[in-house]
Nanobody, 118 residues
Framework: QVQLVESGGGLVQAGGSLRLSCTHS????????MGWFRQSPGKEREFVAA????????RYADSVKARTTISRDNAKNTVYLQMNSLKVEDTAVYYC???????????WGQGTQVTVSS
């Protein structure tokens, strides 16, 4: 069973930064990549960013692209999401996920809360 362990969420002031981490406990060669999604109260879960394990191809949502960097450490089976210039509207539960070649989520982590205060 896939286990994704997330960390790094918390409370931060607007304009601040956070780095989220997600470690995949049983990554295999068939896993295409990992990504981050988020869900705010009353809203549907939305895509944030993703990265492929092999060549590090990345994809970002337009709403975060200029402020966010996703990276990976293959040796640690860990993906990072660095978010800068955080806005109140970035407040959400952030979920790590295994993603397929079309960047769709396949398996989910438990989620980590990110709260941005004004």
């Amino acid at each position: 069973q896939v286990q994704l362990v997330e960390s790094g969420g918390g409370l931060v002031q607007a304009g601040g930064s956070l780095r989220l981490s997600c470690t995949h406990s049983r990554r295999t060669l068939s896993n295409y990549g990992m990504g981050w999604f988020r869900q705010s109260p009353g809203k549907e879960r939305e895509f944030v960013a993703a990265i492929s394990w092999s060549i590090g191809s990345t994809r970002y949502a337009d709403s975060v692209k200029a402020r966010t960097t996703i990276s990976r450490d293959n040796a640690k089976n860990t993906v990072y999401l660095q978010m800068n210039s955080l806005k109140v509207e970035d407040t959400a539960v952030y979920y790590c996920a295994v993603v397929t070649r079309n960047w769709a989520a396949d398996s989910w982590g438990q989620g980590t809360q990110v709260t941005v205060s004004s």
